[in-house]
């Protein structure tokens, strides 16, 4: 499958969004927030949490630039893969290095447990403050080295809630693409 036809943009809201597993921006409590993080909490329904607790009990939580799985509740995906971007400091605390580790950890989590479609966000571009021009750098050409690596999982949809994000990526992808 050309690399071309594995990777789609869409504009919304990423709870919509009928994937085998959606992304998201957590924090490292994994006891949700605001942001997408809330938004999918909302629409997800209280079954999200629960699996989160569980996860919580099992190893605390969740380490910025890694990821953990749940089921989706009454989510049109299947799962939900939340990961913990960098909290944007400047550049000096190594945020490129996690955030690109957020996406590698996710799409890896998604490859294991049988995914054949994610959705991501634009993580760490709200509250943490990442630049979203250098975000969107990091997303797609982290995205496109893990495709040309593995087969699964075969597609991945960049979700931007917002215009500015939407062209960043779209940019980025016609660039290399
Ligand atoms: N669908 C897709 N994207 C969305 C949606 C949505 N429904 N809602 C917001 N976005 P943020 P972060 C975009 O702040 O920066 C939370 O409180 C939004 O436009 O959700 O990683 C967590 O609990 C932005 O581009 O995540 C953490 O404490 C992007 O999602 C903290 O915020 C990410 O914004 C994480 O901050």
Known sequence: MPLKTRIQLIKGDITQIQ???IVNAANTSLLGGGGVDGAIHRAGGPEILANCRKIILAQGGCRTGEAVITTAGNL???FVIHTVGPVWSGGTNDEEKKLS???KSSLKLAAE???T?????GISTGAYGFPKDKAAE???TTV???LLKNTQPKTVIFVCYDEEYYCLIQQKLNTIL
Do not use: H
């Open 19 to 21: 994937a085998d597993a």
């Open 76 to 78: 049109p995906a299947e």
């Open 101 to 103: 580790s957020c996406y």
């Open 113 to 115: 447990s049988n995914c």
């Open 117 to 121: 479609s994610i959705a991501f966000p």
């Open 138 to 140: 990091i997303a797609v």
């Open 144 to 146: 496109i080295d893990f």
